[in-house]
């Protein structure tokens, strides 16, 4: 066969790579790993790049990801709340990536956007039932025994000379 043409070789080529597809492979992930082991600042810099060029990008792939919604629907959740957390109501951040998405763990239904705090709440009860009422019960406990023995300053090393 000539190998002249432009055709010729570029058959030739796609021949010996489909022959030798997986040894290529082999030695371009290992230049590759070279590289990144030798120019960590550039890659460092290249990526840091990429993400701030790529900042929407990026978070709508997390979005799709993580709880099968767009950035889009993210944002158009958070004005159907008109910007307040779904547990406790008061308003998100005005920034509605900021917010947290609240989501069944089991079957990655995504139910409202909250606060973190809240998210967090919602998270503990959920996977320890009832530890919500005990911790609401310890702190009305703690404030009964504040209202008959308020603390005292020599209590608190920390409050020393305050009035």
Known sequence: MDYKTSKARRERSKRYYEAHAEEQKAKQRERCKKYRETNP?????????????????LKDAYYRREYGISRFDKE?????????????????PENFDEASTDHN????????????????????????PGTL?????????WDAIEQIYPPQAEDNPSQKGKV
């Open 41 to 57: 600042e550039k890659i460092r810099e290249t990526n840091k790049k990429y993400r701030e060029a790529n900042r929407e990008a």
């Open 133 to 141: 009422a005990k911790v609401l019960e310890y702190k009305k406990r």
């Open 76 to 92: 158009r959740m958070y004005k159907e709340q008109r910007g307040l957390c779904g547990a406790c109501y008061l308003p998100l």
């Open 105 to 128: 763990h089991v079957t990655g239904r995504v139910r409202s956007l909250l606060h973190s705090h809240c998210n967090s709440v919602e998270g503990i009860e959920t996977k320890y």
